[in-house]
T-cell receptor, first 111, second 114 residues
Framework: DAKTTQPPSMDCAEGRAANLPCNHS???????VYWYRQIHSQGPQYIIH???NNETNEMASLIITEDRKSSTLILPHATLRDTAVYYC????????????FGTGTSLTVIP | DAGVTQSPTHLIKTRGQQVTLRCSPK?????VSWYQQALGQGPQFIFQ???????QRGNFPDRFSGHQFPNYSSELNVNALLLGDSALYLC?????????????FGPGTRLLVL
């Protein structure tokens, strides 16, 4: 299964953009990159996903490099409520719909 | 539109006992997956149910079993509880089995085994 590497923790000032990196160098051509976040023992919350092109929704933007070996989740204007653990996941297409979570990045938004 | 719901929210059991956790999927979803999340770790896939059958399974022993009902709701059963089974148990639902659809998670059930 494709694995992801994320920094264990990051800080971001409130109101600034939070840029969360993820490396997935073994990703296959038909595997999607998903981002979820988890706020203190709640269920993971879906943020965004993409295959090749950059994606944007009301929560965030996802930038995927051309070689697809890494991606960056961007929260454009971080608020205190964005403090959470962020998981970058590559879904293994040949094993169906399950997700393999790593340990994620703990983002702290500082006032 | 209700999201994924799980019950109970918290549960305390003793070693050797059995436990049943319940999950109702998001409206319009027919596939349910279960995950175990130990403290400080990311969720680990247990198994997935679709059309009332277990379709995929992660690296969990046979003590972990499940069921899906005709209304797509699901149960997770754990027998002969061990201290190491203490964790947050998450249910996720999605539309379509084996597809490429996004999973939506419930709030989880916190199980403590003493």
């Amino acid at each position: 299964d494709a694995k992801t590497t994320q920094p264990p923790s990051m800080d971001c000032a409130e109101g600034r953009a939070a840029n969360l990196p993820c490396n997935h160098s073994t990703i296959s051509g038909n595997e999607y990159v998903y981002w979820y976040r988890q706020i203190h023992s709640q269920g993971p919350q879906y943020i965004i996903h993409g295959l090749k092109n950059n994606e944007t929704n009301e929560m965030a933007s996802l930038i995927i490099t051309e070689d697809r070996k890494s991606s960056t989740l961007i929260l454009p204007h971080a608020t205190l409520r964005d403090t959470a653990v962020y998981y970058c996941i590559v879904r293994v297409s040949n094993t169906g719909n399950q997700f393999y979570f790593g340990t994620g990045t703990s983002l702290t938004v500082i006032p | 539109d209700a999201g994924v719901t799980q019950s109970p929210t918290h549960l305390i059991k003793t070693r050797g006992q059995q436990v049943t956790l319940r999950c109702s999927p998001k409206s319009g979803h027919d596939t349910v997956s279960w995950y175990q999340q130990a403290l400080g770790q990311g969720p680990q896939f247990i198994f997935q149910y679709y059309e009332e059958e277990e379709r995929q399974r992660g690296n969990f022993p046979d003590r972990f079993s499940g069921h899906q009902f005709p209304n797509y709701s699901s149960e997770l059963n754990v027998n002969a509880l061990l201290l190491g089974d203490s964790a947050l148990y998450l249910c996720a639902s999605s539309p379509g089995q084996g597809g490429r659809e996004t999973q939506y998670f419930g709030p989880g059930t916190r199980l403590l085994v003493l």
